[in-house]
């Protein structure tokens, strides 16, 4: 297994990281479900192969996610590092959702209950709340830290502004500062790379990437002739990962001519560009068996080539909006 630092702290998390999502479909955005045995053989073979790092949400399943996990990892849950999160609607109360510090007090007790810890390693806060003033949350996250409650926090899909004006209130304040940016990013999804990469390098964070495999998509299960009925894009009416089919189409057919050379799968190569990003701290899987878990694994013991990133990097360019286009022009004067 490959451990790479996470953020600018001194902990060293493994560059795949097991989320705890689809190991339930109850509930919000949940994508499969399990059986429990299984559920405790992923995890026991991820920690067998070096994995450290688990990742959930308490609005995953409405904390049955969270309980699930706890559960699999028994007596280790205080070996590894576990991350969870706190933001979503967890029920019809007006207060059981947001950023406020009466949702984030009342959540992190719930949360340590359901996965049987006395202290969260990554806090993290799940998107961002236009009701809440972010400068109360960032003080509510600072006490838990302070209380012993919490290693480090995070943020979940923020824009590149409300990093730097979140990570800025809290240096001038002297809180405690978020270390990690847990953002979509993928071959079919490189958003992040014009605004928010830049503000978390700047400013230290570590990205964890999820979705690395754009729900699926990137596994090379689909093709223009094969969409069965029962996949998850098939079922969408709008897909949750947006992206123009066609070029996803044409990206599966160049990683199978890359996976022959390497003799991998399809999804290793995905996984493995998404590794060769230096600000990459670590890539969030889901899988739904133990053979999901080992082929996506097969990642971490090779690297593709120079040659292979940039071919790979060509294809998928993401045309750059503005002010970008335009500070190029004058990035050398």
């Not at 919000?28 to 949400?57: C, L, P, Q």
């Not at 003799?263 to 190569?269: G, H, I, L």
């Not at 068996?289 to 294809?315: R, T």
Request: charged residues 25%; negative net charge; glycine residues 8%.
């Amino acid at each position: 297994m490959e451990y790479r630092i996470l953020g600018s702290t001194g902990l060293k998390v493994s560059v795949i990281c097991v989320g705890a999502m689809t190991f339930t479909e109850k509930g919000w955005r949940t994508a499969g479900s399990m059986d429990f045995s299984e559920i405790k053989r992923v995890v026991d073979t991820a920690i067998d192969n070096g994995v450290n790092f688990f990742d959930t949400a308490d609005i995953y399943a409405f904390g049955e996610s969270e309980e699930l996990l706890g559960k699999a990892l028994g007596d280790k849950k205080n070996d590894v590092i576990i991350a969870t999160k706190v933001r979503g609607v967890m029920s019809e109360d007006p207060n059981d959702r947001g950023l406020s510090r009466y949702h984030i007090f009342k959540s992190i007790d719930k949360s340590l209950k359901r996965l049987g810890r006395d202290y969260i390693d990554l806090y993290q806060v799940h998107w961002w709340d236009n009701f809440t003033p972010i400068e109360e949350t960032l003080e509510a996250l600072n006490d838990l830290v302070r209380m012993g409650k919490v290693r480090y926090i995070g943020i979940s899909d923020f824009a590149g502004w409300q990093i730097a004006r979140s990570v800025t209130l809290q240096e001038m304040k002297g809180y405690s500062k978020f270390v990690s940016a847990q953002m979509y990013y993928s071959l079919l999804g490189r958003d992040i790379e014009f605004e928010v990469v830049p503000a978390c390098q700047h400013l230290g964070l570590g990205i964890l990437a999820w979705s690395p495999l754009a729900g699926g998509f990137l596994t090379g299960k689909y093709s223009r002739e094969n969409l069965p009925e029962d996949s998850r894009y098939a079922r969408m009416e709008k897909p949750f990962l947006r992206f123009d089919f066609e070029k996803g189409y044409f990206v599966v057919d160049e990683l199978r001519k890359i996976a022959q050379k390497y003799e991998a799968s399809v999804s290793q190569v995905a996984l493995n560009w998404v590794k060769s990003k230096p600000f990459i701290s670590s890539i969030i899987i889901g899988v739904r068996s133990v053979n999901q878990l080992l082929d996506n694994l097969g990642c971490v013991s090779w690297d593709l080539s120079e040659e292979d990133v940039e071919y790979l990097d060509q294809i998928t360019q993401v045309e750059r909006p503005y002010p970008q286009w335009f500070l190029d022009m004058f990035a050398d004067l």
